[in-house]
């Protein structure tokens, strides 16, 4: 362990208990930051000691394939203040979020203060830091459609940024900081705007069935009580069965490459499901496509394909010595190959992979 100035840097680090899957990676260097004085100091301990830096929130979108030669910064600067610095609408309030405080914690906090609009967010595990990475989204509703601007520092300078949505570009759980900006900010803060009456959203499918016998009004609080339930009917708690939640994107294809697929697999086994997306796009549930091939339950070493859900991929042996990020790797593969082979389709890994595969 050694300290410069206020940060503490542990050496041979255990990362275990800091990635919702549970790997055991050891990361060669590991600091936490409640500060942005202590980023600056992870900066240049990095820097000096020649080391690429990973900022990590709650850990719940990364899959530490091996150890890390590398400055592990556990991102914990907290607070939430309503921000005087954005005009607004007369309805509505610019809350600020530091990028440590956890996404839930953030999410029923501004219902008690009476800032609307995150509900449909529920539940998803993380910090606010990485809300932003991948654009957050569930029950219709993603971070984007609330966003403002954030604070970041530049990973090369030092230097502290503001980025508006424009620059952000966001589309789904996708920004720039996955594309352009990739490593290139740590993410300090996030301004949101929330509004001051209620925004009930209930559109999306599950929700509608939820409330479909429902009669009377329907508050916020009753939206962020039905988004958790059908989270934890649907979700394995990563707890109890670690996870990091859904391992591939949903693929978001032309009308051209459906209708390619279409006249190949549809032809003899019916259309696969779509949702008209902007643009002539259409997105295909991935979790439907891994059902279809019947690999629900199916296990490999360590890692296994939930039983209910066949989007998420689970370690079931988190607590013994057997590391299982190569049974997890191994496992997408096969997935990948086998949807590819039977519906042309190549299947994204959402959560970010560090470490040799
Ligand atoms: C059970 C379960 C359910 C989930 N459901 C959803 C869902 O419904 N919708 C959804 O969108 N996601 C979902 N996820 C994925 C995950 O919760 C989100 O992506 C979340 O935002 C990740 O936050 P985190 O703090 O854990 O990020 P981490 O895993 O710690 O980090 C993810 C990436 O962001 C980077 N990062 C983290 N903090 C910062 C920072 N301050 N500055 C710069 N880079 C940073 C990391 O370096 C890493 O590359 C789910 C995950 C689980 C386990």
Redesign the pocket.
Known sequence: MSRSYGLVVETDKCLQSYN?LGLLSVASHFCTASSIAHILEALAYAKTNQLDI?????????VFASDLRCLVVC?SLLGIKVSGTDGGTPNSVAVRFA?GEN?DHAVRYCLSQGWYGLENLAC????I???V??N???YGVEISDRFISLSAVKTDTGEVISLNKDQCRFSY?ESA?KQLLKDK???TDVTLRLSITPIINIDYPALKHYFADHVGDISSEMVYKAVSTIRQSK?PD?DVLP????FFKNPTLSASTLAKIDSKYGRTQGQIPRFEQPQGYFKVPAGWLIEQLGLKGLRHGAAGIHDKQGLVLVNYKSDTDDDCASDILALARHIQEKVFATFFIQLEIEP?IYGSV
């Not at 990973?54 to 990364?62: D, E, Q």
């Not at 998803?124 to 910090?127: A, F, L, Q």
């Not at 996870?243 to 859904?246: A, K």
């Open positions: 919702s990973i900022p990590l929130g709650g850990g719940s979108n990364v991102i990028a996404w998803i595990p993380g910090n830091g990485a809300s990475i991948q957050i989204g569930a759980r900081f900010f740590i993410i979700l990563p996870n990091v939640g859904s970010r």
